[in-house]
């Protein structure tokens, strides 16, 4: 069982599984979409040399099957959802995935004058990807508690906590290719140029700078959207993309597994490190 939603600018849904007296009799596109390759040819060398690889748009194609006295009345009630212009969304739902993407409806075709009618609804998707509608967060901590309630102070100068010089957490990404994230670090001191890096990949992403109490910065590494910005402690933002360093790579989490770290040359027990991420699947149904 699933259900395949779509939401229009209006904030409007229809769920297709659930209309009144129709029955869904197909549902294309929710597979991968096809791979679009590159090729060069060598007039004197058998064969291609492949380059680079992409995935195009999606098209969903719904096709239900109409029943009743009230099969007009009902078509209106789909197109007053999906007649708009405005991007929508589409959203699928199973047992084990929640999934969306941004989607246009291309058009909502009837067969007319037949004992059997039918609705054709086509929806085209920019992403090759469905996104998970759930944010995993996670956060990478510095300090280490030492003590526990109920509490006993058993001698002068125990220690309340400690500053935890390998502070490696594990992410794991289980969709179906890598994912950017959201990097938030919220500074209670004094840090200067802090990195965090991606162990697994070999990747780190650092700023030149120094930040000081109540400051706060989110990176972003979304494709065509990667920004860094600074917001101050009165709530003022500023971009820091110059603060990147040049050999810095804007940070993915690769397919299962990621170690990352944090580090910086001076305050690490002073930075608080936030991650949140949402799987990207390419097919799934």
Request: overall charge negative; glycine content about 6%; charged content about 20%.
């Amino acid at each position: 069982m699933f259900n395949l939603i779509f939401k229009n600018s209006r904030g409007q849904e229809l769920d297709f599984t659930q209309i009144a007296d129709s029955q869904i009799l197909s549902v294309s596109g929710l597979e991968t979409t096809t791979a679009e390759i590159s090729e060069e040819s060598n007039p004197v060398i058998d064969g291609v040399s492949f380059g680079t690889v992409r995935r195009g748009k999606r098209n969903v194609i719904i096709t239900l099957a109409q029943y009743g006295i009230n099969v007009k009345e009902i078509r209106r009630n789909i197109y007053n959802v999906l007649s708009g212009k405005e991007k929508g969304e589409l959203r699928f739902i199973d047992e084990s995935l929640d999934v969306s993407t941004s989607a246009y409806v291309e058009n909502v075709v009837p067969t007319h004058w037949t004992n059997a009618p039918t609705l054709s609804i086509s929806i085209l998707c920019e992403s090759a990807f469905f996104e998970s509608t759930v944010t995993k967060k996670t956060r990478i901590i510095s300090l280490e508690g030492k003590f526990s309630f109920p509490l006993e102070l058993s001698e002068i100068g125990q220690e309340f906590g400690a500053i935890l010089t390998e502070n490696d957490l594990q992410i794991v990404n289980n969709g179906q290719e890598k994912t950017p994230c959201h990097i938030r670090l919220t500074f209670n001191g004094e840090v200067e140029n802090p990195v965090i890096t991606n162990f697994s990949t070999n990747e780190y992403f650092s700023l030149i700078r120094s930040f000081s109490s109540g400051q706060v910065v989110d990176i972003y590494s979304d494709v065509g959207q990667k920004r860094a910005i600074l917001t101050d402690v009165d709530g003022t933002e500023t971009d820091i993309f110059s603060d990147v360093s040049i050999s810095s790579t804007w940070l993915f989490l690769k397919l299962g597994e990621n170690i990352l770290s944090v580090s910086s040359t001076l305050g690490l027990d002073k930075v608080l490190t936030e991650i949140e991420f949402k799987e990207l699947y390419y097919g799934v149904d």
